[in-house]
């Protein structure tokens, strides 16, 4: 896949359930646009999760995923490049072509 | 940690060690020997490893899905005491996974079910039942008793309280969860170190990692989203697996814990989260088992964090103060719909019966692996997230809302029936939003209760599931 101009590649894994609001894929490689077309900011996580939610997320219950307000669903991990996001900023973490996210699902069942 | 060969290892039958603490000095029996040889002959155990075994108290919280596995192999490595406390009762439902349990033993505390099984299994250890729930008020003085603590509930208001009480008192903590078709595992406070120290890298705590609970709307329970038996039981036995690891080679213990270098690979103090999913439709893939890095304990967690002493303390807990209940939210059944808007599963019934009820359509918003099971008669199936995708298409992109309904009729009333009352009320409030309603000319009604109440109030055969 040739990547299209003005975006980068990055690697999104879906764990522990949450890949059944995406297509039921756990690991897709999308092309996220460098720029966040609101405001012309450089692409960071919390831009990833929109676009996410705009071009990926196919399944009703988007609530399990973010929250009304946009923000991601608390009880979600993510790991940028294997690191705790808590550690990277959160949403404000700034993303490069080839960074790898994780999201996954905390499970309480038993 | 003992390297000896075979034939030294099978002499240290007979040839007491140096004293080490805890015993691990004195002979074992010929029961013991007999029972313990096959793990004893593995690299690194041997006789001190199986003393140490021995010698320890393990809590299992939860006799259910995680509990019972992790139970059977805890119990036959030969831990010396073992603790379980759980307060449901065996239902014929748990036994696809709950492996400890018995047909024979449906309606006896599940605790003292697997007990039975454990007994029967390995009549060496002390087993200590306790028949309530674990609650802020006793946590404590049950989880002090013990080296080690598995977590094998169901709830994320327990695995808070366990994970707050396990750091005040010093305990390692195994902690496993499952739900339909994944599962995660991770070691946590191990080695156990006291709250609020920092100074270095120490291993993290349950709130380290997860730092606040999914909101409840998204909290799905075994019950209502289902669990595949083999993938719980596997997350039960890797629970068991890091038990005997940790109780064999003493990390359990404070005292003893060597150093580990950070940079060690196998290190707990950035332990592996351990994630099994599982695809009903392909083989294993790269996907199967992912191991994840955590991060070592945080500077800003309330419970073991810089300032933890100050938040958080074993007389707060037992007085009530985090609550956990309010913390992880309780799902509460909406109210919103207008009384004439609702109607009982058995008013529907009986006005069904008696033909007063014109033609009408009745939607089952259940799953259709729920619904396929079995229906009330003449009960479309419209599952609530195709109505809820189908609503929102409508409402962007515009286009007739009659043409959602899976049966076409646009002056029939409409009855909308859940599996538990809740999705129902949401797809009426939504059916209404679409102007289905046709301005309050067609009544579009909720049954109260769903398939829950249907069973309870008219059909006591139906399946519920
Ligand atoms: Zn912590």
């Known amino acids: 896949m040739a990547p299209e101009p003005d975006t980068m590649p990055i690697s999104v894994d879906f764990l522990g359930g949450l890949e059944t609001l995406f297509s039921n894929n756990p690991h897709h490689t999308i092309s996220l646009p460098l720029l966040n077309p609101s405001d012309s900011s450089p692409a960071n996580v919390g831009f990833l999760i929109s676009h996410l939610v705009k071009n990926h997320l196919k399944h009703p219950r988007t609530e399990f995923f973010v929250h009304s307000d946009g923000h991601l669903t608390p009880g979600i991990l993510v790991l940028i490049n294997d690191a705790d996001w808590e550690l990277e900023g959160e949403e404000e973490c700034k993303l490069q072509a080839g960074d790898k996210v994780v999201f996954v699902s905390t499970m309480h069942g038993g | ?465």
């Open chain 2, 1 to 465: 940690m003992e390297q000896n060969s075979t034939k030294e290892r099978l002499d240290g039958r007979v040839t007491a060690t140096n004293g080490e603490q805890n015993g691990t000095s004195r002979r074992l029996t010929d029961e013991e020997f007999d029972r313990y040889s096959r793990q004893m002959i593995v690299p690194e155990m041997g006789k001190e490893a199986q003393l140490r075994l021995i010698n320890s108290k393990v809590l299992f919280i939860g006799a259910g899905g995680l509990g019972c596995p992790a139970a059977q192999y805890v119990a036959g490595a030969g831990v010396g005491t073992i603790g379980i406390i759980d307060s449901d009762v065996v239902e014929p439902s748990n036994l696809h996974r709950q492996v400890g349990h018995a047909t024979s033993r449906i309606g006896m505390k599940k605790v003292d079910s697997l007990i039975t099984h454990l007994r029967d299994l390995n009549p060496l250890p002390t087993y200590v039942p306790y028949t309530f729930p674990l609650s802020p008020e006793n946590a404590a003085d049950i989880i002090s008793q013990y080296d080690l603590i598995l977590d094998c509930t169901d709830n994320p208001a327990t695995r808070y309280l366990i994970s707050d009480v396990c750091v005040l008192l010093c305990k390692p903590l195994v902690s496993a969860a499952s739900i339909q078709k994944s599962g995660q595992l991770i070691v946590l406070n191990c080695p156990p170190t006291p709250q609020g120290k920092l100074d270095k890298k120490y291993p993290p705590c349950y709130r380290c990692c997860f730092r606040k609970p999914p909101p409840a709307n998204t909290q799905l329970s075994c019950g209502e989203a289902g669990i595949m038996g083999p993938v719980v039981g596997l997350m039960g036995v890797a629970q068991a697996g890091e038990a005997v690891k940790i109780l064999a080679s003493g990390l359990h213990l404070p005292s003893s814990t060597p150093e580990t270098p950070e940079d060690d690979p196998h290190n707990l103090i950035q332990p592996t989260l351990l994630i099994y999913s599982y695809d009903l439709n392909a083989a294993p893939g790269p996907f199967t088992f992912r191991a994840l890095k955590m991060a070592p304990r945080k500077k800003n967690c309330f419970a073991c964090g810089e300032n933890s002493p100050q938040t958080l303390t074993l007389e707060g807990i037992r007085s009530g103060n985090p609550n956990y209940v309010q913390f992880c939210g309780i799902q509460t059944a909406k109210t919103t719909l207008p009384i004439e808007e609702r109607m009982t599963a058995l008013a529907y019934h009986v006005v069904k019966q008696t033909g007063i009820l014109p033609n009408h359509i009745l939607l089952d918003t259940r799953e259709k692996e729920h619904f396929s099971f079995g229906s009330i008669d003449g009960a479309v199936n419209f599952p609530f997230g195709k109505l809820l995708m189908k609503a929102a298409t409508i409402k962007r992109d515009g286009g007739d809302a009659e043409e959602i309904l899976p049966v076409k009729s646009a002056e029939d009333p409409i009855f909308v029936v859940c599996r538990r009352g809740l999705d129902s009320q949401e797809a009426v409030e939504k059916l209404r939003e679409l102007g289905l309603d046709h301005g309050g000319k067609r009544k579009i009604v909720d049954i109260i209760g769903g398939m829950k109440a249907w069973k309870e109030e008219v059909d006591p055969s139906f399946p519920f599931i």
